[in-house]
């Protein structure tokens, strides 16, 4: 199985202000994936980010509020921008196992905005 | 659109009961997850269930896959208080990880 950490592992922020969320794997994978969980809501997938690639945004998400890097193979980041209190989450990346179809998730960071 | 719903949304039940959590989903799928979550942790992956009548049992929980019905169960067999958790279903019909829905989750509480 994959272990994944995330950085910060939580933050508050200003109002107007961005904040980059790094996302680390132990292994290579082709394909990662960022969620975010609104306060006591589910989890609604906001992009999937291929290495070497432009991201891939969910209905609803936008490149210019939700920059997405991946660099290599075992690396990204969300980056959430003009922050509102709106964006008051818990953002998470996940990596799936491409024999066992496995979805893995990082233990996620928390975002408030004041 | 894929949707994907959840029943009940919460639950209440006694140490050592049995009850089943439904997940139905709108459009075919290869693929169904369930997770567990504890407040404030991240999720934890349960099973996954990948053919039509696939079974798959862990310790007090057994998850069930129904394609032609496009239902889940997850059934938990005497529960115990550490089974309090947040479960949530999610279905996946793209090849990898794209298009992945989660639905609402079900809030169980075990009570003494």
């Known amino acids: 199985s994959a272990v994944i950490s995330q950085k910060p592992s939580r933050d508050i922020c200003q109002r107007g202000t961005s904040l980059t969320i790094q996302c680390q794997v132990d292994s290579q994978v082709t394909m990662m994936f960022w969620y975010r969980q609104q306060p006591g809501q589910s989890l609604t997938l906001i992009a999937t980010a291929n290495q070497g690639s432009e991201a891939t945004y969910e209905s609803g998400f936008v490149i210019d509020k939700f920059p997405i890097s991946r660099p290599n193979l075992t690396f990204s980041t969300l980056t959430v921008s003009n922050l509102s209190p709106e964006d008051s989450s818990i953002y998470l990346c996940?990596?799936?196992?491409?024999?066992?179809?496995?979805?893995?998730f990082g233990p996620g960071t928390r975002l408030t905005v004041t | 659109e894929l949707k994907v719903e959840q029943n009940p949304l919460f639950l209440s039940m006694q140490e050592g009961k049995n009850y089943t959590i439904y997940c139905n989903y709108s459009t075919t799928s290869d693929r169904l997850y369930w997770y567990r979550q504890d407040p404030g942790k991240s999720l934890e992956s349960l099973f996954v269930?990948?053919?039509?009548?696939a079974v798959k049992q862990e310790g007090r929980l057994m998850a069930s896959l129904d394609t032609k019905a496009r239902l889940s169960t997850l059934h938990i067999t005497a529960a115990v208080h550490d089974l309090s958790a947040t479960y949530f279903c999610?279905?996946?019909?793209?090849?990898?990880?794209?298009?992945?829905?989660f639905g609402p989750g079900t809030r169980l509480s075990v009570l003494p």
């Open positions: 996940s990596v799936e196992d491409l024999y066992s179809y496995e979805q893995y």
């Open positions: 999610a279905v996946g019909n793209d090849p990898h990880g794209q298009n992945f829905v």
């Open positions: 269930l990948l053919s039509n009548g």
